[in-house]
């Protein structure tokens, strides 16, 4: 078992990293203010993984209602949340019962966010089941739902309790959802952990042949990273701006195309790589740089060319981003590789970023 501990003044948490968790659950019973909880999952989830987690906890005398949602981005809305409420209310769950979020991070965004206005506020657990939950969502308190206009727009900053990272729960992830996730990974090493990405390089093929100590490493890394950012600005007032590197751009292309038709993951992909043509147009970065960070991408298996949604539709979707300040957008970029920081981009250094970094028209 790895542990990471996200040392939060008001209220620190684990996040345990380890095959075949679901079947123990003392360190969620240990938890609980009362025996009764609500496990929010999907309609592809709950076939896989809801069956022992609600018997191991029923059998430790938990009583558990489950709430299935349907599965997908373009779910990831007021109507679907709306869902988790009726069945909350007719089930009349109490300002004690926890939920628990089992899935990927629609339902972990999804289920936070209930739990944040449910009554004013419920205990919260996460159990992500995709590698960009067990390395990202899971983590750090965001929670949200998109609108039409704004991905993620609308949403709280509420903890979770516990963290229980399964990665045996990653032998039915498809192969497309694993590369997803290894975008946030590949994230950590780049904004402000060169040691991390340089291992990255060696290991790639390892992560997606889906070795069990690579990923076990690569997840506890990546939590460590998040956590250490998290705890130090949990509000997002300064340096966690920098774990948005590529969701500038990346929002724009997934509400661009409407969202589902890239993965979260796929769209941080390509604005990774776009994040690294500016940090390159501005000369901050070298051609050998910015060949290693699109080689990487690529080689685990994500899209390093962007839809070509037009230059006045990315600005137009990235006016909408939420580190906009004073009309202002906010880039994350790099300084060099494993070194980023916040800043502005002059009009001509964007267009030359989306015409190096984009598919033709
Ligand atoms: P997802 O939740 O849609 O899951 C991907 C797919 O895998 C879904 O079809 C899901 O049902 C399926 N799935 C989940 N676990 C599985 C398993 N073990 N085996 C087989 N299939 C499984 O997508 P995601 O990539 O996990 O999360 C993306 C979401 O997370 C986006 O909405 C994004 O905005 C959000 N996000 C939030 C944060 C945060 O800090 N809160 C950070 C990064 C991303
Ligand atoms: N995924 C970005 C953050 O948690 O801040």
């Known amino acids: 078992m790895r542990t990471v501990k996200l040392d939060l003044d008001h209220a620190p948490y684990d996040i ?33 993984y809801l069956e022992p987690l609600q018997d ?52 972990g965004d999804m289920t936070g966010f209930a739990a944040a206005v449910y009554q004013r506020g419920v205990p919260f657990i996460q159990i992500p089941t995709t590698l960009l939950a067990q390395v990202d969502s899971s983590v750090g308190g965001k929670t949200a739902i998109n609108h039409p206009l704004g991905k993620n727009m609308i949403g709280a900053f509420y903890q979770p309790q516990l963290v229980l990272a399964d990665l045996a729960t990653l032998d039915t992830l498809p192969a497309r959802e694993l590369s997803a996730g290894l975008a946030e990974v590949i994230k950590y090493g780049l904004i402000d952990d060169l040691a991390f990405f340089e291992w990255l390089e060696a290991n790639i093929d390892a992560l ?9 490493y690569a997840v506890e890394r990546s939590c460590q990273n998040k956590a250490r950012i998290v705890a130090a600005d949990e509000k997002e007032h300064g340096q966690r701006a920098l774990l948005n590197l590529g969701h500038t751009f990346g929002h724009a292309i997934e509400a661009g195309l409407g969202y589902g ?16 043509h500016a940090s390159h147009a501005l000369g901050q970065i070298s051609d050998d740089d910015l060949a290693r960070i699109i080689r ?17 539709r990315y600005l137009d979707l990235m006016a909408q981003d939420k580190k906009v300040d004073a009309g202002k957008i906010k880039f994350i970029l790099l300084r060099n590789l494993g070194a ?22």
């Open 56 to 107: 191991a906890l029923e059998a430790a005398g938990v009583q558990v209602e489950a709430v299935v949602l349907p599965d997908g981005e373009r779910f990831k809305t007021w109507e679907t949340l709306n869902l988790i409420f009726d069945a909350l209310l007719a089930a009349r769950a109490e300002r004690k019962t926890t939920l628990i979020a089992l899935g990927g991070g629609v339902i």
């Open 261 to 276: 038709a890239w993965l979260h993951g796929e769209a941080v992909a390509a604005g990774m790589v776009l994040a690294a």
């Open 296 to 312: 990487l991408i690529e080689k685990a298996g994500l899209p390093v060319v962007s839809p070509a949604l037009g230059f006045e």
């Open 340 to 361: 980023s920081y916040i800043g502005e981009l002059p009009v001509a250094v964007i267009q030359a970023a989306l015409t190096a970094g984009c598919a033709p028209a």
């Open 208 to 216: 997606v042949a889906r070795d069990t100590d690579a990923l076990a």
């Open 16 to 48: 345990l990293i380890a095959r075949n968790l679901l079947d123990s659950v003392d360190r969620i019973t240990a938890l609980l203010p009362q025996k009764r909880v609500a496990i929010v999952t999907n309609e592809t989830v709950a076939p896989l």
